[in-house]
């Protein structure tokens, strides 16, 4: 499934805090931190997102590629879940830089 509501859309850079949680054969999910602009001398902090893909190419990508530390863009779209949690749910992740 495509997720390309075009009055929901967003675009986040950040750091994968967590590994490639598999749900099931059709669906994954990870932790995304994206740094909060601070003024200077100021502590900064990190907003964190869940992400969610359920596309068989966005989820081969994932699994054989992502990993905690990796800096990626994540474009999708804010959806909330019947159980009232807030996910980005993407079909596109592009790997910015990864730490080995």
């Known amino acids: 499934m495509l997720f390309n509501n075009s ?32 003024k200077k ?3 900064g902090f990190n907003d964190v997102f869940t992400v969610y ?4 190419s966005t989820i081969s990508f994932a699994k054989n590629h992502l990993h905690k530390g990796c800096v990626v863009v994540v474009k999708g779209e804010l ?5 009232k949690s807030v996910k ?12 080995k």
Request: proline fraction near 2%.
């Open 88 to 99: 980005i749910c993407s079909s596109d992740i592009t790997i910015l830089s990864q730490n």
């Open 79 to 83: 959806r909330t879940f019947t159980d």
């Open 41 to 43: 001398g100021e502590q």
């Open 7 to 38: 009055s929901n859309k967003i675009r986040i850079i950040g750091f994968l805090v967590s590994e490639v949680k598999i749900i099931n054969a059709y669906a994954i999910e990870f932790l995304i931190a994206v740094p909060r602009k601070v």
């Open 53 to 56: 893909a359920n596309e068989a």
